[in-house]
């Protein structure tokens, strides 16, 4: 009963952060870039917190890549959040290194669902194509993230982890870069960065608590 009750007081307490960094976006969006980010990494840094405190029912592999997964959003949230032009590449990278990881953490494939890949790379490859003229020195990076992000959103339906979580957070996870995509090399999409931080902080969240179910239910 404590268990689930502290559990519920930290899923509480990552809404209560992830709305007030939206909060901030939406009414204070001149704050300055270090106090953004700061704001914009608490509920990653919560959901780390998260993983600490399920150290024991997790296998040393899992503990290991998932904070790795977490840190490197982290570092990817905070280089977006003080890009000024230049951040861009490194953020991009700090995102495909946590994906790899999320990849690791998803070993071995139960099934492979031949289904279930031909409709991500549909839709990446829609959305590849609407924004490929303006990439330019971009392209090999832009290629390589939307390449990872679309393993890691199909081996949620793979991993022998599988569950609603995880598929959920595979799912918004492309959604949310989907946008972020489009909104910075197709067109300007009105409150685009309220709907990336929701859907992100959602991905994120349901990847985690997917993580910690499976795990449980392992045990």
Known sequence: MGTNNNNKNMNILFLILS??????LLFIPSLTQPIMALFKTLPIGLLVVMVLKARR????RIFITLLFALSFSALGDVLLALDTGQLF???LAAFFVSHAFYIITMLPIKNWRLDVVLLYLFLAIIVFCLFYPNLNDLLIPVLFYMLVLTIM????WMTDKSNGFLVLGGAVFVISDSILGLNR???EI???DIAIMCSYYLAQFCLVTGFLQATSKHK
Not at 19 to 24: E, N, R
Not at 57 to 60: A, C, D, S, T
Not at 153 to 156: C, F, M, V
Request: hydrophobic share 50%.
């Open 19 to 24: 709305s007030v960094y939206i909060t901030l």
């Open 57 to 60: 029912q997790l296998q040393n």
């Open 89 to 91: 590449i490194g953020g």
């Open 153 to 156: 959103a199909s081996l949620t």
């Open 185 to 187: 090399f197709y067109l």
């Open 190 to 192: 009105a409150h685009a």
